[in-house]
Nanobody, 122 residues
Framework: QVQLVESGGGMVQAGGSLRLSCAAS????????MAWLRQTPGKEREFVAH????????SYANSVQGRFTISRDNAQNMVYLQMNSLQPEDTAVYYC???????????????WGQGTQVTVSS
């Protein structure tokens, strides 16, 4: 069992930066792929980035490639999402997720946080 709690969301102007944090509890954390996903009202949840168990492999959505960086600290049970050059279209609720359930889906995870709102103004 893994519990996830996000923090770090807020309001920022276009071009600004935010760093999201995800605190995880549970012994399974360090062996699981972790991810950040986001969702806006009326739309499906969208993959943002994921990182494998030891941080050696990362993957990003095309829309955030080069602007966002996912990282993890297994000693502290933390996952981070550094977001730079934020744009209004990045506005969404951002979710931390853990334990990928399908290799054919980027959004199918077993564990989810409650989400944190990110709002980017133009």
């Amino acid at each position: 069992q893994v519990q996830l709690v996000e923090s770090g969301g807020g309001m920022v102007q276009a071009g600004g930066s935010l760093r999201l944090s995800c605190a995880a509890s549970g012994r399974a954390f360090s062996t699981n792929t972790m991810a950040w996903l986001r969702q806006t009202p009326g739309k499906e949840r969208e993959f943002v980035a994921h990182i494998n168990w030891n941080g050696g492999t990362t993957s990003y959505a095309n829309s955030v490639q080069g602007r966002f960086t996912i990282s993890r600290d297994n000693a502290q049970n933390m996952v981070y999402l550094q977001m730079n050059s934020l744009q209004p279209e990045d506005t969404a609720v951002y979710y931390c997720a853990g334990q990928r359930m399908s290799m054919t889906s980027l959004i199918n995870y077993k564990y989810w946080g409650q989400g944190t709102q990110v709002t980017v103004s133009s």
